[in-house]
DNA sequence: CGCCCACTTGAGCTCTCTCAACGCCTGTGG
DNA sequence: CCACAGGCGTTGAGAGAGCTCAAGTGGGCG
């Protein structure tokens, strides 16, 4: 972990991780690493101080995990509970021409217990977008931790409950929505999400994604998602470079994608 | 109920219902009307004959609906959970533009009990897709329920999980499948559903859908979509009429949509 | 009998895809 | 230190899937 911070050239998407008043040295126990999960599940259900202690607690179980890195293989059933705490990950699905459709982004704070809670095996695969920091929570620890605080166990099926509505915002967004609209409304979407875990700054946040990642979050082909994202800033509602996305014009972006925040 | 059965023209939907060695009057007790719900529960975790008289309890709760009745308002908490027994029901969201998408369909022995169990508003509108038998049993009736038959409280635990994982699929067949693989998936789903429910004989189902609900859960025009059903009969996989629809070739048709009934 | 709704068919048009090429940056190896 | 390979973003052009508009058919119901 350590040494992550010192890697050549800082990964935009580990940005988020060492955030806020820089840290001369990883200072663990309040580290800012816990934050996204400890900030997200507050949202859903009010922690208190031995909640976020709990939840600082997990940092012994983070490491980092190079893009590509397959955290939980389709079919598989994980003995060990995944939680995002930097970078982007996908939960997807391939096709036999190797077509993927990614279904979901775990973004810092969001975590997969699927295996553990439930051994069901899983119908996709979820895989690291990039370099990320996660940590693999044996099932005993995640058990015990769930059962010796209701509230994040709260706050966890909450946020499992806006993991199926955004699911279903998503099926709406390629059905119904131009490449453009699907474009601005994944956009606003990542904007709330990474709001709430403290990732957004001025209307500006990291979006680490590639083209080619967003083109099979959205139905799109990674050609037609250049044109699109060209539009966007053609339209001055975003700027986007350096994997640096700039909401230019939240409203009228908002308006144009028919975003609504509900769901979240 | 009794009416219904009556009803000048009987409804394809309602078919289902009363299916197999005819009843001259409605047996109550030991109706077949609950055997959805049944049959579906005990594929997810066996149920014994406690369980059974339970759910067939239901009975008393059920009471027909016409088309286009919104069961549950999008935005609203349900004090009771909807559980459908005979037609089909959808979730979907609507656009400005009055555009809809279809984001799940609830079939006999699917239900919805968001309100009831996590009172948390919902992100979309449940609506009777034709005449349907439903239940609405209220919270009090439903926790009980829940309550003292924990092997029903498992099942439907697990109904859910593949509930959430027939979005994830819906999701990528809209994203990475072209129009007529589309249908082709819906229609090996639905024939996989219907028949753990006992409602597919010889490969053949009844599909009370319109081409327009079809349109509106594939994502694809109403035209278009007539014109990929053309294309599937042409193809000699599947022969519909007066909705009723026959898988001619099943491999084939599952081959060809690269259908894997796994999720389910 | 007539209306309404679902299904069908045709034609032109648009959005999006595919193929292909090129520039840029980065990491690698000579 | 430089050459090179690979990945990503960008651009152009032609092709195709699917859309919209429009009209017509047919069946069920008032």
Known sequence: MGTLATTAVMDPAISGFARGPRQAAPAPGRDRSACALARKLDGFAP???QDRAALADLIGYVRPVERHTVLVEQDSVADHAIIVFAGFASRDKRRASGRRQIVAYLIPGDLCD???????????TI?????????KVPRTAYLDLLGRHPRIALALQRARLA????????L???GMRS???????LLCELMERLGTVGQVTDGQYDLPLTQTDLADTLGLSSVHVNRVLQALRRDKLISLGGHRLRILAPRRLREFAEF?????
Request: aromatic fraction near 6%; proline fraction near 0%.
């Open 114 to 124: 699927r295996g553990v809670l439930h051994d069901y095996s899983l119908d996709h």
């Open 127 to 135: 895989e690291a977008l990039m370099h990320c920091l996660v940590a």
């Open 163 to 170: 993991e199926e509505a955004t699911a279903h915002e998503w």
């Open 172 to 174: 709406a967004n390629v």
């Open 260 to 264: 609504e925040a509900g769901y979240l």
């Open 47 to 49: 922690l208190d101080e």
């Open 179 to 185: 490449g453009t609209e699907r474009m601005a409304h």
